[in-house]
């Protein structure tokens, strides 16, 4: 049974750093994408960003680009979200997933089978 787990939430000031990981289990890890994802209060889930399967690229949306660095680690099975620099707007819920899909990049949500609880955010200003 696929299970995601994500760690590291919390608050933060503005400007300040947090560091999410993803542990997985239950998937062969090496085979999937991974991405982040994050839902705002009253807003809609967002792709925030993913890495392929050996770590090799990754792919982040605008809005984190140069903020954000997505690792990953297949001998822990584990996926991190490094974010410096971090603004108000960032603000959210975080979200792990994991995608079987073939190619690269896969921005949709609907393309991740597997999802964490997801983890807290908040930064303040």
């Known amino acids: 049974q696929a299970r995601l787990v994500e760690s590291g939430g919390g608050l933060v000031q503005a400007g300040g750093s947090l560091r999410l990981s993803c542990a997985a289990s239950?998937?062969?890890?090496?085979?999937?994408?991974m991405g982040w994802f994050r839902q705002a209060p009253g807003k809609e889930r967002e792709f925030v960003g993913e890495i392929n399967w050996t770590g090799s690229a990754t792919h982040y949306a605008d809005s984190v680009k140069g903020r954000f660095t997505i690792a990953r680690d297949n001998a822990k099975n584990t996926a991190y979200l490094q974010m410096n620099s971090l603004k108000s707007e960032d603000t959210a819920v975080y979200y792990c997933?994991?995608?079987?899909?073939?190619?690269?990049?896969?921005?949709?949500?609907?393309?991740?089978?597997?999802w964490g609880q997801g983890i807290q955010v908040t930064v303040s200003s």
């Open positions: 997933a994991a995608s079987s899909r073939m190619s690269f990049p896969a921005i949709a949500g609907g393309y991740y089978e597997h």
């Open positions: 239950g998937i062969t890890f090496y085979n999937y994408l």
